[in-house]
């Protein structure tokens, strides 16, 4: 959420923090540049993202590839 937040999406947290509300968007969100840690288990969501989501790109620097952290990247090149 906090990222969400930062992007300017209509995002509403409870007072006590354990649920939130997220209205629907009247615009796309604006592409950022984003530094998320370079562990492949921690960057897959992005990469998935970007994947379903028409004209969206990514680009993934320094990500550790560990032959036994990266075989979701693998299914998701398999499937083209």
Same mark, same amino acid.
């Given at each position: /959420? %906090? =990222?969400?937040?930062? =992007?300017?999406?209509?995002?509403?947290?409870? !007072?006590?923090?354990?649920? #939130? /509300?997220?209205?629907?968007?009247?615009?796309?969100?604006?592409?950022? !540049? +984003?530094?998320?840690? %370079?562990?492949?288990?921690?960057?897959?969501?992005?990469?998935?993202?970007? +994947? +379903? #989501?028409?004209?969206?790109?990514?680009?993934?620097? %320094?990500?550790?590839? %560990?032959?036994?952290?990266? /075989?979701?990247?693998? +299914?998701?090149?398999? =499937?083209?």
């Amino acid at each position: /959420e %906090n =990222m969400l937040k930062a =992007m300017k999406a209509p995002i509403r947290v409870s !007072n006590d923090g354990l649920s #939130l /509300e997220i209205s629907p968007l009247k615009k796309p969100l604006k592409a950022q !540049n +984003i530094i998320i840690p %370079n562990d492949p288990s921690s960057a897959f969501y992005f990469a998935l993202v970007a +994947i +379903i #989501l028409p004209k969206s790109q990514i680009i993934l620097k %320094n990500i550790l590839l %560990n032959p036994t952290r990266i /075989e979701a990247y693998k +299914i998701l090149q398999k =499937m083209g």
